[in-house]
């Protein structure tokens, strides 16, 4: 079993950046896949970046790979989610979460994921 605690989110201003933490703890988060999703009012929730438990392959959503960037400490068991240049549009509760196994790069299905943070708001006002 896996447990996640995201922090770092709030109301900043467009243009703004900003970083969420994730943390992973129990007897196999060092062994994770961890992910970051989002989900805006009225949409689905969608993929935002996610990294193999080493760190060594990352994957960003193709609309987002100018502006965020997925990092990991892997020591600590720690993702991070950095965001810059931010939008109206990426006002959302962002999500962290988390799966065994392998992970190579390519967008994560919210299907494969068996562990979920409970989520942390990010505004960015118009």
């Known amino acids: 079993q896996v447990q996640l605690a995201e ?19 129990g ?17 689905e929730r969608e993929f935002v970046a996610a ?3 080493s760190g060594n392959n990352k994957g960003v959503q193709d609309s987002l790979k100018d502006r965020f960037t997925v990092s990991k400490n892997y020591a600590r068991n720690t993702a991070y989610l950095k965001m810059d240049s931010l939008k109206p549009d990426d006002t959302a ?6 799966r065994p196994g392998g992970y190579w790069g390519d967008p994560m299905s919210p299907d494969t994921v068996h562990y979920w943070g409970q989520g942390t708001q990010v505004t960015v006002p118009s």
């Not at 509760?93 to 988390?98: F, I, L, T």
């Open 7 to 25: 922090s770092g989110g709030g109301l900043v201003q467009a243009g703004e950046s900003l970083t969420l933490t994730c943390v992973a703890s």
């Open 27 to 43: 007897r196999t988060a060092g062994d994770v896949a961890m992910a970051w999703f989002r989900q805006a009012p009225g949409k």
């Open 51 to 53: 990294i193999s438990w």
């Open 93 to 98: 509760v962002y999500y962290c979460a988390a």
